[in-house]
Each structure stands twice: as C-alpha cells, then as structure tokens.
C-alpha cells in the first residue's frame, strides 16, 4: 500500500468531514510513499518519531499535531531551532505523518467519543450531540464516581483525577465530551448532572468557577488521558482495513506526573 491509500480511505469513510477546511491532511512526506510499517499515536512528539523508526514504520497516523498549533503551520514556530531540527528527523528518515483528527472525533462506535464512554464503563446513553453524551451515571456519589474514573484511568499514568463539588454530591447522569472538546453548557443542556472533562478544554478561572458556583460537580483528567481508548481503537481499525502492512500502537497517555 502507499500513505495515500489510508488518507483515500477515510475521506470514504468520513463523510461528515468538510474535506476542504481540515486538519486531516498530510503534514509532511510524500503521498506516494510505499508504507513498510505504520506507527498511531495520540500526538506526534519527537519520542514516538523515534520509536517508530525502531520499529521500521515509515507512515505515522498522529491524532493531535505534530508542530504544537491545530493547524500546523505557524510560521514562527516551524523556524525555532528544537522544530528545525524535529522537522530534520523526520526528512532523514522518510516519514510520512498523516493527521487523523477531525475523522476519527466522530467516528461512530471506536472513534473518540464513543470509545471514552466504553472505557468509563458507561452503557446507557441518554441523550447526545455530534461531539457530547450523557449517561446513566456508573455510581451514585460524586466521590465514587471519581474513583471509578481513576480505576479507569490508572494504567493510561492518570490514577489521580481532579474532583470538583461535594464528594457526597448525588449524580446521575454524567455528561462526557470529544477530548477537549467538553462544553460545560452543552453537557448540562443535555441533561448532565455531573461532568467528565479534559483540562485543555476547562479554563478554571471561567468553567470551574461557573459550575461550582451553580453546583455542578466535575472530574478532570487530562486531554490525552480521554482520547487514547479512542486512538488504540484507530490502530486496530488501521490494521483490520490494511492487514498487509504491520500497525504498530504507541501508548502515551497522561503527560503528567502528580508528586506529592
């Protein structure tokens, strides 16, 4: 197969994608390339390059960008010399990174969403959006759903979470987002009682203050932490619908550490 193969195949699939105004696109390679091996990551970083290389891949499927701005193309950032050289590594080794982002955010079943919800252990889907749904509540209390987050989250590196309300707080249904995409007002127009939601898309200053104020508890776990189930799922999807090429998953998770 080449790279461009898989990027056919999912502008097939992805047909609620506007597939003249996304991130989904190559972001540095040749099309064309022969794929010997391909490697899927929640985030391009400088590391996963490196492992993928290890493991003979030569296309890299990243979910986040891979030049730390959504659209990958701000100029001051591609001239620092740490992106220079990041951008170095990638020509001498004749990669190809394909972004799966905006796709793979709606894809039904194993995309994002959904796949965070299987993860949580929440079966009972009440109400939803494109990019929000609310559940049944696993648990009764605010302090025990916390805990069943975190017994969830643990081997992605997040065993703690961040719980915001009265840990005797009663729930019952629990609004999830899109990763970062966790509207504190739509998840409560829809029904939520209680919020799951990523740091990059909770301001504290603004988000937190407005639902604590109106009593609306949350857990935080951070960005990557909620969206890996979601890209483990777009590797064994890559590697059901390409069987000939091997796909490799790069585990990241939380990247962060708490220390007491």
């Given at each position: ?120 252990g929440l079966a009972n889907k009440l109400k939803s959006d494109t990019f929000h749904a609310v559940y049944t509540s696993p648990k009764s209390t605010l302090i025990e759903l ?115």
């Amino acid at each position: 197969m080449k790279a461009i193969d898989l990027k056919n195949h999912i502008v097939k699939v992805g047909t609620w994608v506007n597939w003249e105004n996304t991130v989904d696109r190559f972001i540095m390679g040749d099309p064309e390339t022969e794929v010997k091996g391909i490697a899927v990551a929640w985030q391009s970083r400088t590391a996963a390059l490196k492992k993928a290389v290890e493991l003979g891949c030569n296309l890299f499927v990243t979910h986040e960008s891979t030049f730390y701005r959504h659209w990958d193309n701000d100029k001051h950032i591609l001239s620092l010399p740490h992106v220079v050289e990041k951008r170095k590594f990638i020509e001498d080794h004749g990669l190809v990174i394909l972004r799966i982002h905006d796709m793979w955010d709606q894809m039904p079943k194993v995309g994002i969403v959904d796949s965070w919800a299987a993860h949580l252990g929440l079966a009972n889907k009440l109400k939803s959006d494109t990019f929000h749904a609310v559940y049944t509540s696993p648990k009764s209390t605010l302090i025990e759903l916390a805990k069943h987050v975190a017994a969830a989250t643990s081997y992605l590196g997040q065993e703690c979470v961040e719980m915001i309300g009265d840990p005797k707080a009663k729930v019952s249904k629990v609004g999830i987002g899109c990763g970062a995409i966790t509207n504190h007002e739509t998840m409560v127009s829809l029904g939520a009682d209680a919020l799951i939601t990523a740091d990059d898309g909770t301001e504290y200053v603004g988000h937190v203050a407005w639902e604590m104020d109106r009593g609306i508890p949350m857990i935080i776990v951070n960005h990557p932490t909620a969206e890996e189930p979601g890209v483990k799922n777009l590797a064994d999807y890559i590697s059901k619908h390409f069987p000939e090429v091997k796909t490799h998953f790069i585990p990241q998770g939380c990247m962060y550490r708490l220390v007491p």
